[in-house]
């Protein structure tokens, strides 16, 4: 079963305007991670944040997490066609593997 | 290139017949993992390993499939007595222990069950 639910399943945006994706999760966690697949490729890790951070930021990319309502947002500033993708929030807790949520598709048109 | 490659990238099989897959992780990674992906879902856990040993299975990995590190290093995954419902992507990761668990996951392979 998947732990983490991405809100909305499919996003799309005109180039140059930001995009938002939630995650909400169910258990307590060491930390949450943003991983993004382009189609039919594997996936590629963007961000971590770890459970008593709230805020990170890497480029382009902003991403808060709200353990109290166990929730995550990601944020993609001034996107760019290339930024076209799948994007998944997975969790971390304790050893166990990470549980991936079922992603939001984002199309970013030119 | 030193990323995690898998071997082959797509194989189409008839149903029935045993596929084997291999991943070969970073090399200073000690934990590698595999999950299978279909369409319109995320990366579902299937087993991992931490050096050579297998340390948990998903209920997903039904006696059908087998997976090995026999030397902590390259991994291979069968699936014995394919079936239809085994056609997904099946992705391979690795990681260092302790370090939050960020994974690098490889291009994945394409299984195809007619």
Same mark, same amino acid.
């Given at each position: 079963?998947?732990?983490?639910?991405?809100?909305?399943?499919?996003?799309?945006?005109?180039?140059?305007? @930001?995009?938002?994706? @939630? *995650?909400?999760?169910?258990?307590?966690? @060491? @930390?949450?991670?943003?991983?993004?697949?382009?189609?039919?490729?594997? &996936? /590629?890790?963007?961000? &971590?944040?770890?459970?008593?951070?709230?805020?990170?930021?890497?480029?382009?990319?902003? /991403? #808060?997490?709200?353990?109290?309502?166990?929730?995550?947002? &990601? &944020?993609? #500033?001034?996107?760019?066609?290339?930024? #076209?993708?799948?994007?998944? *929030?997975? #969790?971390?807790?304790?050893?166990?593997?990470? /549980?991936?949520?079922?992603?939001?598709?984002?199309? /970013?048109?030119? | 290139?030193?990323?995690?490659? $898998?071997?082959?990238?797509?194989?189409?099989?008839?149903?029935? $017949?045993?596929?084997?897959?291999?991943?070969?992780?970073?090399?200073?990674?000690?934990?590698?993992?595999?999950?299978?992906?279909?369409?319109?879902?995320?990366?579902?856990?299937?087993?991992?390993?931490?050096?050579?040993?297998?340390?948990?299975? +998903?209920?997903?990995?039904?006696?059908?499939?087998?997976?090995?590190?026999?030397?902590? +290093?390259?991994?291979?995954?069968?699936?014995?007595?394919?079936?239809?419902?085994?056609?997904?992507?099946?992705?391979?990761?690795?990681?260092?222990?302790?370090?939050?668990?960020?994974?690098?996951?490889?291009?994945?392979?394409?299984?195809?069950?007619?």
């Amino acid at each position: 079963s998947q732990q983490g639910e991405e809100d909305p399943q499919a996003l799309s945006i005109q180039e140059g305007e @930001n995009a938002t994706m @939630n *995650c909400s999760y169910k258990t307590s966690i @060491n @930390n949450l991670q943003w991983y993004r697949q382009n189609s039919g490729r594997g &996936l /590629v890790h963007l961000i &971590l944040i770890r459970s008593n951070e709230r805020e990170k930021h890497s480029g382009r990319l902003r /991403v #808060t997490l709200d353990t109290s309502k166990k929730s995550s947002s &990601l &944020l993609i #500033t001034a996107s760019r066609a290339a930024d #076209t993708a799948s994007y998944f *929030c997975a #969790t971390a807790s304790g050893n166990t593997p990470l /549980v991936f949520g079922k992603g939001t598709r984002l199309s /970013v048109i030119a | 290139d030193t990323g995690v490659s $898998q071997n082959p990238r797509h194989k189409i099989t008839k149903r029935g $017949q045993n596929v084997t897959f291999r991943c070969d992780p970073i090399s200073e990674h000690n934990r590698l993992y595999w999950y299978r992906q279909t369409l319109g879902q995320g990366p579902e856990f299937l087993t991992y390993f931490q050096n050579e040993a297998q340390l948990e299975k +998903s209920r997903l990995l039904s006696d059908r499939f087998s997976a090995e590190r026999p030397k902590g +290093s390259f991994s291979t995954l069968e699936i014995q007595r394919t079936e239809q419902g085994d056609s997904a992507m099946y992705l391979c990761a690795s990681s260092l222990m302790g370090e939050g668990n960020e994974q690098f996951f490889g291009p994945g392979t394409r299984l195809t069950v007619l």
